[in-house]
């Protein structure tokens, strides 16, 4: 599978490390905010595991963060923002990647990212759920979506919208690498669209 851009790879076991120190919270505390193992959780700092995007969310969620922190360093918010394909950032998680497309560098409350999805990739066992709106476009491949439930499958050039506090999660169930734009938007002040704990 071609992941490999010209963009910049964060590097999740550190950026991991880095948010929870910078918290002042114990490798234990985060276990037990976030659900997770203590064994799981060093497991992911030490870059001995991917963590899925559901795991992500539920570390965000325990650090009070969005999920776009593990994008790298917050930067000035913006009213204009322009992202160079080679300058997107980039955080790996199993079996796929997910691009960020400037959403956590700008003024408004939207955030766009590019979805890669190696064959049998998925946002992990646990659905998420969270304030605003989903929008899913696919670019190529499969997408199957179940939300609340129901489940539909998107191919290239199909979209899916729904409202984001309904249980979600996505996987490829096909045999080649899918690719798809999802938007992230309508989420209330103050909030980030990753803050609601996933079911």
Sequence with gaps: MALEREAKSVDVAARLRELREGAGISM??????????????????RGRASPSVSTLN????????????????????QDVVLVRAEERTRVPFTRGLWEGLGGEMFTGRVEPFVLTLEAGGSSGQ????????????CLRGKLAYLVQDQAYELGPGDNLLFAAHLRHRWRNPGRTVTNALILLSGF???RTPHAVKAQ
Excluded: D, P
């Design 28 to 45: 234990r505390a985060l276990a037990h905010r976030s659900g997770l193992s203590a064994n799981a959780l060093s497991m992911i700092e």
């Design 58 to 77: 539920k570390l965000a969620e325990a650090l009070g963060i969005s999920i776009t922190e593990f994008f790298g360093h917050v930067q000035a918010r």
């Design 126 to 137: 646990r659905s998420i759920v969270h304030t605003g709106h989903e929008f899913v476009y």
């Design 188 to 190: 209330a002040e103050g």
